[in-house]
C-alpha cells in the first residue's frame, strides 16, 4: 500500500515554533494561552487553515495540523472529522482558536464531510471533506498512452494533478501538469506527462487541499524512449529497432525481431551494483500467441526469470532482484541484460516489444 506523503513540515517543528510565539507575543496575539472568559454559549466556527502556512481550507488531509478559529472554544471538549474523535492541544486552545490534527484513521468516503466541535455548552458543525492518497496503479489506453490511477478519496473536488520531481532547495524543480481523464469520490485517473522517469504524483483540489502519492516511475532507468546514453544494446539471431512507434508507451519502443532462443543485450558501461536496487522492471508487449515466453536474463544467464508475453498488450513486470539468484549466488554487480526468445515452440520468427525499462 502507497503512504501518502504530504508537503508539509514535521508538525514537532512547528509546535516548537508555536510554543515559542506563544511566550513572546503580547496578550493582543490570537496565539495568547492567558485564561480568557469563557462564554456559556455552543462553539462557533469561523474558520479552519493549514497550519504550516496559515491557508483557509474547507478540505484536509489525514495527519495534517489544522488551526481553527471562532468563538466559545475555550472550554472545548471534543473535536470529530466524519464522527471519528481528533486529538487537539488544550494549551494551544483559547477562546478564538485551538489546534488539531487530523487522524489517519478518519473516515474520508462515504460520508457526510462534517467537523463538529463539543464544548461544555453545546455543539457546532462545520462543512468540512478529508483527503488522502493509499495507493495508485499503472495502465495503458488502447492507443498505448501510459496513464496512472491514484486510489483513495475524497477526490470528488479535485481540479489539478502534477507530477513533481526534483526541488526548490537543489534548483532542478520540475512540475509537469497531468491531463485528468476521470474522477470519481475514490480514484483519479490520468494521463502521465512526457518526460517523466522518477517523480511524486500531487493532487489538489478546489477546496484548499493538496495530497502526495509515494514515488512513481524509476530509480535508474535504461530505456524509456531512448536508451540511456551510459548503455549499449547487442544481439545474436536476429534484429532489432530502438524507435518503433507502434505500439510504444510514450514515443519509442524497442522491437525485437528474433528467431528461436536468440537474444537482445543491454550492457553497461560501467558494472551496476546488485543490491543497489530492489527490482528491475520493464513493460514488454507479445505479436505471436498466448504462452510466448522471455526469459530476462542476468549476467550471460548467471541469473535468470522466464516472463509470459500477453498477445497485443503491454504487460508491465517487476521482478526483485532476489528472484534471479532464489539459492544465492548473487553477483556483486550487473555487467549484462538479456531478453532472450524462449518460447520453445520452433517458429522461424518472434517478435516482442521492450518499453519502459529499468532499475527499482
Request: proline share 5%; glycine share 8%; hydrophobic share 40%.
Amino acid at each position: 500500500m502507497k503512504r501518502t506523503i504530504f508537503k508539509t513540515t514535521a508538525v514537532p517543528q512547528f509546535l516548537l515554533m508555536i510554543f515559542t510565539v506563544v511566550s513572546l507575543v503580547s496578550c493582543e496575539s490570537d496565539f495568547d494561552v492567558q485564561s480568557v472568559e469563557t462564554a456559556a454559549e455552543a462553539p462557533v466556527v469561523h474558520s479552519v487553515s493549514e497550519a504550516t502556512e496559515d491557508v483557509p481550507v474547507t478540505q484536509g488531509v489525514l495527519q495534517n495540523t489544522y488551526i481553527i478559529r471562532g468563538e466559545n472554544l475555550g472550554s472545548l471538549v471534543a473535536v470529530y472529522f466524519n464522527g471519528f474523535q481528533a486529538g487537539f492541544n488544550p494549551a494551544l486552545t483559547t477562546d478564538n482558536l485551538t489546534f488539531v490534527s487530523i487522524p489517519e484513521s478518519a473516515p474520508y468516503v462515504g460520508q457526510d464531510n462534517i467537523l463538529r466541535l463539543d464544548n461544555l455548552y453545546g455543539s457546532t458543525t462545520y462543512d468540512f471533506s478529508l483527503l488522502t492518497i493509499v495507493d495508485f496503479t499503472e495502465g495503458t489506453t488502447e492507443d498505448g498512452v501510459k496513464t496512472v490511477t491514484l486510489i483513495g478519496g475524497d477526490f470528488t473536488d479535485t481540479s489539478e494533478v502534477s507530477f513533481t520531481s526534483g526541488s526548490e532547495e537543489e534548483g532542478n524543480l520540475v512540475e509537469r501538469p497531468a491531463e485528468i481523464l476521470s474522477v470519481s469520490e475514490t480514484e483519479v485517473t490520468v494521463v502521465v506527462p512526457d518526460g517523466v522517469e522518477q517523480a511524486y504524483i500531487d493532487l489538489t483540489t478546489s477546496r484548499g487541499a493538496s495530497a502526495r502519492s509515494d514515488s512513481y516511475g524509476f530509480t535508474y532507468s535504461i530505456f524509456i524512449d531512448q536508451l540511456n546514453p551510459e548503455w549499449s544494446m547487442s544481439q545474436w539471431g536476429g534484429t532489432f529497432d530502438v524507435e518503433a512507434t507502434d505500439p510504444a508507451l510514450g514515443q519509442y519502443s524497442i522491437q525485437s525481431v528474433r528467431e528461436a532462443w536468440s537474444g537482445l543485450t543491454f550492457l553497461p558501461e560501467t558494472g551496476i551494483p546488485f543490491n543497489q536496487y530492489e527490482a528491475i522492471t520493464v513493460s514488454l508487449y507479445g505479436t505471436g500467441e498466448p504462452g510466448d515466453m522471455v526469459n530476462v536474463a542476468i549476467n550471460d544467464f548467471a541469473g535468470t526469470v522466464g516472463v509470459e508475453l500477453i498477445p497485443d498488450q503491454w504487460n508491465k513486470v517487476v521482478i526483485p532482484m532476489g528472484s534471479f539468484f532464489p539459492t544465492g549466488g548473487a553477483p556483486a554487480v550487473i555487467n549484462r541484460i538479456d531478453f532472450q526468445e524462449a518460447s520453445n515452440t520452433s517458429k522461424p520468427q518472434y517478435i516482442f516489444y521492450v518499453d519502459d525499462f529499468g532499475f527499482l
